[in-house]
């Protein structure tokens, strides 16, 4: 999943740790949200059970009897009033202040029938949840019933209401309340106790996304720290590793940093890169030195033909010769590619193409140039050459003649020869890029040369960062295209 991922932060060692650690930690805290949440709802639904059986209870309590011997049905506030009055006047005393206000709080009704209205909603959990508590209070009941209800809903909140001008200004019609009635034995009626069901917390998610943004502020600072101690001295191998594979001319030892694993790779890589640019340059000396002991004689053979009296054999003798040179000349570039002490420099492809498609017209060759926008980019230019130059004369050679045309592919410059010729088996295309791979078995170069003309042109593409690929035309004949970066 993170390797599809189009941003290049999301590419790097960094940003996919980062993005694995936000990921986790963003998991964790909506389980952690999800388990304070369902602990906040436990909790608010064992208030609103305690406060409906404690209102229940307090009435039995409050009367020395039977709950609901203690409670009467109330058509007015004043019966309600005169009534309360008269239990505590049983009980030898007027009812304090906050007695009064302890009374009024209970909110209990006392009905014959109890009938939920079309606007509740039962809650069954409150129910059983009710009923066990009654039932370890010893509150004789035979049935309770838990509905939600608006308080704007109820007839007994309604008539409450009307002497109170208080509640009728501060919107509480709204409000949801849970209505319990609990069914008394022997046919005495129903207890309806009231209380406002309270407000879920909001708490909750306040306190979760301001954790979550402290853990991530303290969490990524020291993760990004830690890792960026990490991925810089690895980027930097990188780069390293990058312009070394460009330009092996020159070891440059990169400086060991981040912890020990890392000053380790490091140092092993710094001591690989000398030994390989040891062994370059030893291979550079080596083949100067076969290229001048072998040219050397080659050239003082030449000379010592002319006195070859049979021209037939002279002329074979001299074309053996050039033969041996020019498979010599091709190993050596194909050995020094890369090591090129020239930087690229910015020159008009299409000019260049140009000028290689002249050099094969002047001789007489059926080579053409179509679709040849100007297209400038930065590149080793007598390289790109000997690559023209070689894919081109395998066409004339194999299909008879070369179209050569050019594109700019989003800054990479598609260059395309193709033939009218035989083309090459499918299950050979890859084969014909290695060394000394040809389409037939002589080695006269006539029919083919030694076998490196494709081999030198993949070289020199790869040294440009770019790529050679071959394949058959449906119409029949050879499509080569090479792409070099423009930058």
């Known amino acids: 999943m993170l390797s599809r991922l189009q941003f290049p932060l999301f590419k790097s060692l960094l940003g996919q740790v980062m993005l694995v650690v936000a990921f986790g930690l963003l998991v964790g805290q909506a389980v952690s949200a999800v388990l304070l949440y369902q602990a906040a709802e436990q909790r608010r639904e064992a208030g609103l059970v305690n406060a409906i059986a404690f209102r229940l209870v307090s009435a039995d309590q409050r009367n020395d009897r039977p709950a609901y011997e203690g409670l009467r049905r109330f058509d007015h506030l004043e019966e309600r009033r005169a009534y309360r009055d008269a239990i505590f006047a049983e009980r030898g005393g007027k009812p304090s202040a906050g007695g009064n206000r302890r009374w009024r709080r209970l909110g209990l009704q006392r009905d014959d029938t109890f009938l939920p209205q079309p606007r509740d909603s039962r809650s069954s959990s409150l129910e059983e949840k009710v009923s066990e508590v009654l039932t370890e209070q010893l509150y004789g009941f035979q049935q309770v019933q838990v509905v939600r209800r608006r308080a704007g809903d109820d007839p007994f909140i309604i008539s409450m209401a009307k002497n109170r001008p208080r509640m009728r200004q501060a919107g509480w019609q709204d409000r949801t309340i849970m209505v319990a ?84 790779l490091i140092a092993a890589h710094n001591a690989m890169e000398a030994r390989i640019a040891s062994m370059l340059d030893e291979k550079d000396v080596m083949l100067g030195a076969i290229g001048h002991d072998l040219k050397t004689p080659l050239a003082a053979l030449r000379v010592r033909i002319e006195s070859v009296g049979d021209d037939k054999q002279r002329s074979r003798m001299a074309e053996s010769i050039d033969d041996i040179n020019h498979t010599l000349d091709d190993i050596l570039s194909l050995a020094r590619i890369g090591r090129n002490a020239q930087a690229p420099e910015r020159t008009n492809i299409t000019a260049l193409a140009q000028s290689v498609v002249d050099e094969f017209e002047d001789l007489g060759e059926p080579v053409e140039l179509t679709d040849a926008p100007r297209i400038v980019g930065a590149i080793h230019v007598t390289w790109v050459k000997r690559a023209l130059r070689n894919l081109i004369s395998n066409a004339v050679r194999y299909g008879g003649g070369a179209e050569v045309s050019l594109s700019d592919d989003d800054g990479v410059a598609v260059i395309v020869i ?66 070099l970066p423009l930058s």
Not at 441 to 455: D, I
Not at 456 to 465: K, M, P, V
Request: proline share 8%; no cysteine; hydrophobic share 45%.
């Open 181 to 264: 009635a609990v069914e008394l034995p022997d046919n005495q009626g129903w207890a309806i106790a009231r209380v406002a069901e309270p407000p879920r917390p909001a708490a909750i998610a306040r306190s979760v996304v301001l954790q979550t943004l402290v853990i991530f502020v303290v969490l990524f600072g020291l993760l990004y720290t830690v890792l960026r101690r990490i991925t810089r001295p690895v980027a930097q191998l990188t780069n390293r590793v990058d312009a070394f594979a460009l330009n092996p001319d020159k070891a440059v030892p990169v400086k060991p940093a981040g912890p020990q694993d890392i000053r380790r």
């Open 418 to 483: 193709q033939d009218n010729g035989p083309g090459i088996p499918d299950d050979r295309l890859a084969a014909m890029l290695e060394p000394f791979a040809r389409g037939e078995a002589s080695r006269n170069r006539a029919t083919g040369g030694a076998g490196l003309g494709l081999t030198l042109a993949r070289a020199i593409a790869d040294q440009h960062g770019g790529s050679l690929t071959l394949s058959n035309r449906s119409e029949g004949g050879l499509r080569a295209e090479l792409r």
